[in-house]
């Protein structure tokens, strides 16, 4: 073996290594958790797959020289990369998910990749491999092999595309509905969702770029220690994400989260297709029953119980138990807070706790620590973040500019 395939064969190996262990701790906790997991079910098998490829590298080659009958059908599997990644962003962003019939077409682009290669697999393995041409073959049988390897390419980049994009999407979306169901985000820091969506665009971008190039010109450049390197922090990524996954939304916040995540509606136009004079609102919320009357009653009743209750002070304050102290189902009360208030449940709440809170700071001497748990907050820091966001200013600010204007004048 040359020096150059040695140095392959120990990033090949230590990727494999990688992607290995980070497959079994998923796969452990997976054991560990029991019930309904899918979204640890499609991480465990985004790793399977991916130990599946990076075994391709090493069984085929020296030292371990696999029959070649079996060389290139790992990349049938292909993929599942992308289908299991984004069952694992819904298992994320969906409560208690199950499989249903529909969810069935997401396996149409491992069938099509499938057909795609089938001419290519029926070549005899040593001709895959590129180690001999057969000229017994016959030309028509090799282009078809060609044509077809280069259709599931072709559309291994059409999927990378979408399906990427499409996680992206959800995730971001997914930020608006952890804000209508939750007012302290202390725990349920979004920065992860921030990290996965640049690291499922980068990773698709990085391997269309690739695949193009190889395309195109015959040569990528994931070889060697870049591919190693690529496959390694692709093992590390999403086995740590896979191990430290959160559990997914609470059962209560189904009707909500499928609010949350349909499309807004358009604008209402003139015409009784909208709904117009019905007492029907137009758009996510148009089979929820309730007129503009039923909105204002309900808004009305959820604006007193806040203010009489002072709700807003329990820090774990949810949709679900302000549902329960107003006496609205969570998916009315949030109809209510987006179309009737125009604000989400995560604003709402912390509009009342800054309110109360710059009460505080004029009327008192309480340090800012006391106030922010007097108003509900566990956090200090979360407390002057959300201060800073709606006033403009940190709470120490605040107080000193407000005394700035209530100090009596110096007498001349």
């Excluded at 080659?61 to 009958?69: E, K, Q, R, T, V």
């Excluded at 979306?173 to 302290?184: E, M, P, V, Y």
């Excluded at 609102?281 to 806040?306: C, I, N």
Aim: hydrophobic content about 50%; aromatic content about 10%.
């Amino acid at each position: 073996m040359t020096d150059a395939e040695i140095a392959d064969l120990m990033w090949s190996s230590a990727a494999l290594g990688v992607a290995f262990f980070a497959f079994c701790a998923v796969l452990a906790r997976r054991i560990r958790t029991g019930g309904p997991a899918l979204y640890l079910d499609a991480v465990a098998v985004f790793l399977a797959v991916q130990v599946t490829d990076m075994a391709d590298d090493l069984v085929f080659g020296p030292p371990i020289h696999a029959p070649l009958w079996a060389y290139g059908w790992q990349d049938a599997l292909l993929p599942l990369f992308m289908i299991s990644l984004w069952f694992f962003v819904r298992g994320l962003t969906e409560p208690a998910l199950r499989l249903r019939p529909r969810d069935a077409w997401h396996l149409l682009p491992l069938g099509l990749g499938l057909v795609f290669l089938l001419p290519f697999l029926s070549l005899p393995g040593p001709e895959r491999a590129g180690l001999y041409v057969d000229t017994d073959l016959g030309e028509t049988r090799v282009l078809w092999a060609e044509l077809g390897v280069l259709a599931f390419w072709v559309g291994w980049i059409g999927l990378l595309i979408g399906y990427g994009f499409a996680c992206a999407r959800r995730l971001t979306r997914h930020k608006r509905t952890i804000r209508a169901l939750f007012s302290d985000l202390s725990g349920k820091s979004l920065w992860w969702l921030d990290a996965l969506v640049a690291m499922i665009l980068g990773l698709a971008w990085v391997v269309i770029a690739d695949e193009v190039l190889i395309l195109a010109f015959d040569a990528g450049f994931l070889e060697g220690a870049a591919e190693g390197v690529h496959e390694i922090l692709l093992g590390l990524i999403f086995g740590l994400f896979g191990i430290q996954a959160k559990p997914p939304l609470p059962d209560w916040s189904a009707e909500v989260v499928a609010n949350e995540t349909a499309p807004a509606p358009p604008p209402p136009a003139t015409g009784d297709e909208t709904g117009a004079g019905t007492g029907a609102p137009p758009g996510r919320y148009a089979r929820s029953g309730l007129g503009p009357e039923d909105l204002t009653r309900l808004a009305a009743r959820l604006q007193t119980r806040m203010e009489a209750s002072r709700l807003w002070e329990d820090p774990m304050l949810t949709l679900k138990t302000l549902s329960e102290a107003t006496a609205i189902p969570p998916m009315h009360l949030s109809e209510v807070l987006n179309t009737e208030i125009g604000q989400s449940f995560f604003d709402y709440v912390n509009a009342h706790r800054i309110e109360a809170a710059c009460s505080l700071l004029a009327e008192s001497e309480l340090g800012v620590l006391e106030i922010s748990e007097a108003v509900g907050y566990n956090s200090k820091s979360t407390f002057n973040a959300n201060f800073k966001r709606i006033t403009d200013k940190t709470p120490t600010e605040w107080r000193r500019a407000l005394r700035a204007m209530t100090r009596p004048a110096a007498r001349p």
